[in-house]
């Protein structure tokens, strides 16, 4: 066999898209090293290293062979009786078939014969030669390539000026190295090497040539002044920012996307401070915070309180020895954009949010749900609603003036030019034209949760109108037929979903969600009885999804839903509940014996209410559960009604041993009707007593 060398691949070119950048290097190194596999030149236990610059993908694969094992391979080749006359010599089929796959009539004794299916066939076996790295590197190349998420490719024009190429960017280099070896290989019209360019300004070699496929990270480093790496680029940026904060007592904003984002931006970052003139402040800082970020890719800087400072950071890819002309030129680029800012902010609030609502008349939400205005006014009823079942008419009496001035704040300036200021400009507008803070909070916080993760709204004003934001957009789309199907949700209706889902839960609201629907609906002219149930379903759906998200087991999430808990803020309690009561030894034989209760209910013709006579009860065994459901059926309705759900679960652990010795001794389908309907009424007492925190039948282990 083969040594084992490590190989590395690189392919550079011109700038990649940034926003792409981390998953096209991780992706041209698994689709690389998995086609290496598949070849057998390298194995599972090859390690893979990802690079990605702003000008290059490259993969660095551990214990790579020169050439792949031999293989024994079993070619299919058709059925006996198509392959071989009746004395046994070959058909015509035969041989042009053994010629397709290198073989000839010599090799016709040597062809096993095998069942396949309902007939036999001819088997062709043999010894296949071990792929070469340059023609199996070869193929990965081009796999890789193809495989790449590229959302848009560009054409363009090789050397040559004839020929032309698809890719991401145009590439100008290919390195292939097996340990000090180059691999033969081309592709997008290059031919590898071991040549490599470093940073445009910086690199103090220029190539940089290649040692060996092991030295490509710290060649680059030192003679290409490039970090190729994402991860240790990424690394030594947020060291260096969090260096250059600390010096000052402050801390960059916190930012995953930014961080990556800037990482494929730079080849080797250096994080230099610069500041703006402090009357900016003045302005919200949401809005410079934005501006610095996504205009200018700078990392603005917060005190201990977490407020913004007028010092902020940013990340130049050269070094000069005096940056004081780096440090000027971005000071001057961010002024004009804070300003621009403040402008906008001074004129916003020269009008009041008020006098901003008749224009959302003129502005359409939906061709098919009307103007934003009338979208207004929906969310207004639908949170005077809730409002009043959260907090009487003080809370509805503001919710329904928040949720007439959550959405004025679209026709301003400063929300115009950053759309995701939406809500959060409102809450500033509304102190300013001297509105109530839990209006401004409510108006602020309608749209939370905006992510998975994010805060909820703050007061029970803000969760009203919340709460009639999610409700209108949903009955409202659902009702003209816009529901998300697959992967296509346009309208974000599985978040605003899990938004309503969180509030009701995770601010235990005393609210029941087929009434929440149904008030949603009713703001609609037109009823939508399919679309209502769609939407439950849809509601529901999201909900167990959610339940097994926070770590709840599939069966008790199931168990609890069967139940349909009318307040959906009960579930973790029922949850617990549940839990609980699988710990307990009598849970198993309660759980079966309530499914085989739930089957033998179901087969009845009528449908059974749960009244039985006693002296109707013939057997000891049918009057001993009676009477244990007498002493336990209290007890356990008595813990439910407070809201002790584990209580009332673990009350029911007394019924085990009664309800084992009814279905030992006693016959539910009697002959006589009497007495069977009488049983079956015992019956549909104990299933509605066990059921009411859970359906416990889901919890039987079949």
């Known amino acids: 066999m083969s040594n084992t060398k490590n190989l590395l691949v690189e392919l550079f070119v011109e700038e990649l898209p940034p926003k792409s950048l981390k998953k096209l290097g991780e992706a041209f190194a698994t689709e690389l090293a998995k086609s290496l596999r598949a070849q057998g030149l390298a194995g599972e236990h090859s390690a893979i290293t990802p690079f990605a610059s702003p000008r290059r993908l490259a993969a660095h694969v551990s214990a790579v062979l020169a050439r792949a094992p031999d293989r024994q391979v079993s070619i299919k080749l058709m059925p006996v009786a198509v392959g071989l006359a009746a004395d046994g010599t070959p058909t015509p089929a035969l041989l042009k078939k053994l010629a397709a796959v290198g073989a000839d009539a010599s090799a016709v004794p040597t062809l096993k014969r095998q069942m396949d299916g309902k007939a036999e066939a001819l088997f062709l076996e043999g010894t296949a030669e071990g792929v070469t790295l340059a023609d199996g590197l070869q193929k990965a190349l081009v796999d890789a390539l193809a495989a ?12 040559d000026g004839w020929s032309s190429v698809n890719f991401v960017r145009p590439a100008h280099g290919l390195v292939a190295l097996h340990g000090a070896d180059v691999v033969p290989v081309s592709v997008l019209g290059l031919a590898a090497g071991r040549q490599t360019r470093g940073h445009r300004f910086e690199a103090q070699m220029d190539p940089v040539v290649l040692l060996d ?3 490509y990270a710290r060649q680059l480093e030192e003679q290409g002044g490039v ?19 600390a010096k000052e007592g402050l801390a960059p904003i916190e930012d995953e996307a930014l961080l990556d984002e800037v990482t494929a931006l730079v080849e080797r970052p250096n994080v230099l401070l610069c500041q703006f003139e402090p009357e900016f402040l003045a302005v919200p800082q949401e809005c410079l915070i934005l501006t610095m970020k996504a205009n200018q890719k700078y990392f603005p800087l917060l005190d201990a309180a977490g407020k913004l400072t007028n010092k902020f950071l940013v990340v130049s890819n050269i070094r000069p020895a005096d940056a004081s002309r780096v440090i000027g030129g971005n000071e001057r680029v961010v002024r004009p954009r804070l300003a621009d800012a403040k402008f906008f902010f001074d004129q916003d609030r020269k009008k009041t949010l008020a006098s901003r609502i008749d224009g959302l008349a003129k502005v359409v939400y939906h061709a098919k749900l009307g103007t934003m205005g009338e979208r207004v006014e929906r969310v207004r009823r639908i949170a005077a609603q809730i409002g009043q079942a959260l907090g009487g008419a003080a809370i509805a009496q503001q919710a329904e003036q928040a949720a007439q001035l959550a959405k004025a704040d679209l026709l301003t300036d400063m929300v115009g030019e950053f759309p995701e200021l939406q809500g959060i400009m409102g809450g500033y507008y509304a102190r300013h034209d001297g509105l109530a803070e839990d209006i401004a909070f409510a108006i602020e916080d309608h749209y939370k949760p905006r992510f998975a993760g994010d805060a909820l709204p703050r007061n029970a004003t803000g969760l009203a109108v919340a709460l009639a934001d999610k409700l209108e957009t949903l009955a409202g789309l659902f009702g003209i037929g816009q529901v998300p199907s697959g992967d296509k949700d346009p309208f974000a209706l599985r978040r605003h979903a899990l938004g309503l889902i969180r509030m009701l839960i ?10 929440l629907v149904a008030i949603a609906f009713a703001a609609f002219p037109a009823t939508h009885g399919q679309a209502q149930a769609e939407l439950s379903y849809f509601l529901r759906e999201r909900l167990v999804g959610y339940l097994r998200e926070a770590g709840h087991a599939v069966q008790d999430v199931e168990a609890v839903i069967e139940a349909r808990p009318p307040r959906w803020a009960e579930f973790p309690k029922r949850l617990a509940a549940v839990r609980a009561f699988k710990a307990l030894p009598e849970s198993q034989p309660l759980a079966a014996a309530n499914k085989r209760v739930g089957n033998i209910l179901k087969k009845s013709e009528e449908k059974v209410a749960p009244v039985t006579d006693a002296a109707l009860f013939v057997e000891p065994a049918e009057r001993a559960l009676a ?12 813990a439910f009604a407070a809201g002790d759900y584990t209580g009332s679960l673990q009350a029911l652990a007394a019924l085990k041993t009664p309800v084992d010795a009814f279905f030992d001794a006693v016959m539910v389908n009697a002959e006589d009707a009497k007495l069977r309907a009488n049983r079956l009424g015992l019956l549909a007492k104990l299933h509605e007593a066990m059921n009411r925190v859970a359906d416990l039948s889901k919890l039987a282990v079949s």
Request: charged share 25%; no cysteine.
């Open 227 to 245: 970090i190729p790496g994402f991860a240790a680029r990424h690394g030594e940026l947020l060291r260096q920012l969090n260096l250059a904060a």
């Open 148 to 159: 790449l998420p590229i959302p848009k490719v560009m054409q363009y024009q090789l050397a």
């Open 506 to 515: 995770e601010r235990e609201l005393p609210l029941e969600l087929a009434h």
């Open 213 to 215: 496929a092991d030295h």
């Open 627 to 638: 009477d244990a459901l007498e002493a336990v059926a209290p007890r356990s309705e008595q």
